[in-house]
């Protein structure tokens, strides 16, 4: 029954994420998926609903629905109960979807479960790192921000409707969440690997900025 339920969340998670262009495709799920397993066997999280909170993280995501932080939990809670699992299990993914995503730099995590803290490490390793740094001009990108703009500085945000309204160059959102990540890590386990990918990232931005005064 486990098996399948996760099994059957993973094609249905697939088919709806499938090709979306901005960094928040089918692919970063599977990652997160896979990174959750191994965060969450090397800490002693339920490993199902890890899984599950895992593969239903991004379900319906506020950055794409109006800021609505309600919509994702919704939508995963939809989904399970259609499945008929366990009223435990739905509360606690639910949670998991609600507690996952970054609020802004002022904004503390809030989580009641482990499961809830293995999740958001693997979505936040996959916000770092040569991956993070291809994901983040994608969503840039498609968001039709500027690459750099010097006459623009980042804004450490004290909450999550500055943070939702926030519109700066792709470079700015490197110092408004991506380089906090590290030591916002919840298990020591993601910490030892955020340490690697975040040392690849202020190798590119110091590089990049270098390129910009013309010193290489
Ligand atoms: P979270 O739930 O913590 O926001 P997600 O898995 O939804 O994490 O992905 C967030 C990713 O989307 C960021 O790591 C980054 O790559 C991209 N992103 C979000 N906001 C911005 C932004 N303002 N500028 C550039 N990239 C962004
Ligand atoms: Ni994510």
Known sequence: MTNDLIQATAEHVQSLMQGEPTGHDWW????????AIRIGNATSADITVV????????????KFHEGDITIGPRQARQWLESCQASREVIDHVC????????????VPDTHITLESKVVQDAD???AIGAIGIARTFAFGGARGREIYNPDISPRLHGS???YQANSSPTI???????LLLKDR????YAHEIAVQRHQYM?????????EWRGEL
């Open 28 to 35: 970063h799920v599977y990652r997160v998926w896979q990174m």
């Open 185 to 188: 890590m919840n298990t020591t």
């Open 202 to 210: 202020t190798d590119f931005i110091e590089q990049f900025h270098r």
């Open 124 to 126: 936040r390793l996959d």
């Open 160 to 162: 999550l409707r500055s």
């Open 172 to 178: 700015n959102h490197f110092h408004e969440k991506l």
């Open 51 to 62: 899984q599950l909170g895992a593969l239903l993280h991004d379900i319906a995501d506020w």
């Open 95 to 106: 949670n998991i979807v609600t507690c996952v995503s970054f609020q802004g730099a002022g």
